[in-house]
């Protein structure tokens, strides 16, 4: 416990320095006047534009996504009873062996009866697995990221959220189930997995070894950053907002303390790996999502005639918009998609890192688990806050649009982000900004946690499995807690969906070079399945 605690206190130490010496120098201020340059010439470039206000990265996502919607048949709505079915735990004694009627082969073409069990590989079970990966999409994208989406596009943003949900459950499988089958397993049985490792492997299978190696590398790099950014700094951007509000503490440097206090909860956390930050998941992540549906239900319901409203107003926005702040409909449904991008990971493969420690022999039973996220996430967290939202400013408490940038005006006040979607709870919940205080901070944390473990196997990949290089990325994990918290929320989450979207290039290399090896295991475990008469 000492040594533990001694960590701990190593990898804060250079903050609590820091912040001896600055505390009463307007911190916040010039930690954000520091990052902004930096955060539009990161956001400008990954954003180019094909065409006015139509940024590339998000018609590959979303083009993509289609793509495999279609090649896999429509997996998302088919597979999707097979898929909760995986997570109970009803085909478990299929993936503890083969079949004796399954005949199948690898991709590498390996005989079975020649293949080492796989299912011995794995550290976590598909639910733990499961609970990881959506406590890293599940955070406060889906709480302040569709507050800033309706701000800037009205209610039709909600559609194309949905939309781009439903079809984004068929890319997270076909990454998923890559994830596992290109996985590393170490001597000690540590997994190793990703995008960097089945763009590496996979194109090397293919005979492009130079470009496996570069594009795993550029994922890497982009994924680190994306674990710097959107799973950690964006998150504790949002913490630190509605608990700034809750205390009604606006001195210099509070966000600079309160970006401290939680960078030692994370750290005490992500020094015990997967098996423990799988522990914390499992438990944390059901329960604070279900705390947060439940309020959202309660206010919905509530207002039960305005329900049927709000979904009108949903659809009929999505293709006629009224708000200003995004310029027509190509504008809202960008806003849309891109709030859903950001929010449910998609296409970027941050998702199949924490996948592929799962224990399983078939790869794309894990992807089939994985195609759940999408819809937990986005379809339902992300939909459940923009119902909130819209009910509450039937009341004309905004205008959509607001001042272009994502806040607006509430009682002469203005909110922008979790502040928006904290006084529509307060409108009809007594005391609901301690408990949307308590849910974002919880939120914020499960993600930053589960963000850490994405950005330390990219690390691994580029710097080696040294302890050493761990401590140094842990270091810097914490360190961006603090400069999120600290800094202002446009500037965060410009460079937070830079850094996730940039994941989309390399990650797109891999998916389009394998999508055939997928189809090959879908098959595989399918035919399990069905010789087991399960």
Not at 24 to 49: A, C, M, N, T, Y
Not at 72 to 94: L, Q
Not at 418 to 431: D, H, L, Q, R, V
Request: aromatic share 14%; net charge neutral; proline share 2%.
């Amino acid at each position: 416990m000492k040594r533990f605690l001694l960590s701990i206190f190593t990898l804060i130490l250079p903050v609590l320095s820091f912040a001896q010496e600055a505390a009463e120098k307007g911190l916040d201020q010039r930690i954000d006047e520091g990052f902004k340059p930096f955060s539009d010439r990161v956001s400008k470039i990954i954003f180019f534009e094909i065409a006015e206000g139509v940024p590339f990265v998000l018609v590959l996502l979303v083009g993509s996504a289609l793509f495999f919607t279609i090649y896999f048949g429509f997996i998302n709505i088919r597979r999707f009873p097979t898929a909760i079915n995986v997570v109970r735990g009803k085909y478990d004694d299929v993936e503890g062996g083969h079949s004796a009627e399954d005949t199948s082969m690898t991709i590498d073409g390996d005989i079975r009866d020649t293949i080492r069990d796989e299912s011995k590989d794995g550290e976590v079970t598909h639910f733990q697995a499961l609970a990881t990966a959506v406590s890293g999409t599940v955070g406060n994208g889906n709480i302040a990221g569709v507050a800033l989406a309706i701000a800037l596009g009205g209610p039709g943003a909600t559609f194309w959220m949905i939309i781009c949900g439903l079809l984004g459950m068929s890319t997270k499988f076909v990454e998923c189930t890559l994830g596992v089958q290109y996985r590393d397993v170490g001597e000690d049985g540590t997994v190793y997995g990703g995008p960097m490792y089945y763009i590496s492997k996979g194109l090397k299978e293919r005979g492009f070894t130079w470009l496996g190696k570069i594009a795993a590398v550029f994922f890497a790099v982009f994924c680190i950053g994306g674990s710097f950014g959107g799973g950690n700094a964006a998150q504790s951007n949002q913490a630190t907002i509605v608990l700034k509000d809750l205390m009604g503490y606006e001195s210099a440097g509070a966000g600079f303390w309160i970006g401290v206090v939680l960078a030692i909860l994370v750290g005490i956390i992500i020094i015990g790996g997967i098996k423990r930050i799988a522990s914390v998941t499992e438990k944390v992540v059901p329960f604070m999502a279900l705390l947060y549906l439940a309020a959202c239900l309660y206010i919905i319901f509530s207002n039960f005639g305005l329900i049927d409203d709000a979904i009108s107003l949903i659809v009929t926005e999505a293709f006629n918009p009224r708000a200003i702040g995004v310029g027509g409909f190509i504008g809202v449904l960008l806003v849309g998609f891109k709030r859903a991008a950001f929010s449910n990971e998609a296409g970027a493969g941050s998702a199949s890192i924490a996948h592929s420690a799962v224990k399983t022999k078939y790869s794309a039973s894990e992807g089939l688990v994985a195609l759940l996220e999408p819809f937990i996430d986005t379809v339902v967290i992300c939909t459940m806050t923009a119902l909130v939202i819209i009910i509450f400013n039937f009341g004309g408490a905004f205008e959509y649009g607001g001042d272009g940038l994502g806040a607006v005006m509430i009682d002469g006040v203005s909110y922008e982000g979790a502040g928006i979607t904290s006084k529509a709870f307060a409108e009809y919940i007594p005391y609901s900004n301690v408990f949307l205080t308590i849910a974002v901070v919880l939120f914020a944390v499960s993600t930053m946690i589960s963000w850490s473990y994405y950005g330390l196997q990219s690390w691994k990949y580029l710097f080696g499995r040294g302890k050493t290089a761990d401590m140094v990325y842990k270091l810097l994990f914490l360190t961006f807690v603090v400069i999120g918290a600290a800094a202002s929320m446009k500037s965060i989450w410009d460079f937070s969906d830079a850094m996730i979207f940039a994941m989309v290039f390399p990650n797109m290399i891999g998916l389009f070079f394998l999508f055939p090896v997928v189809k090959k295991q879908l098959k595989r475990y399918l035919d399990a399945i069905k010789a087991a008469k399960v």
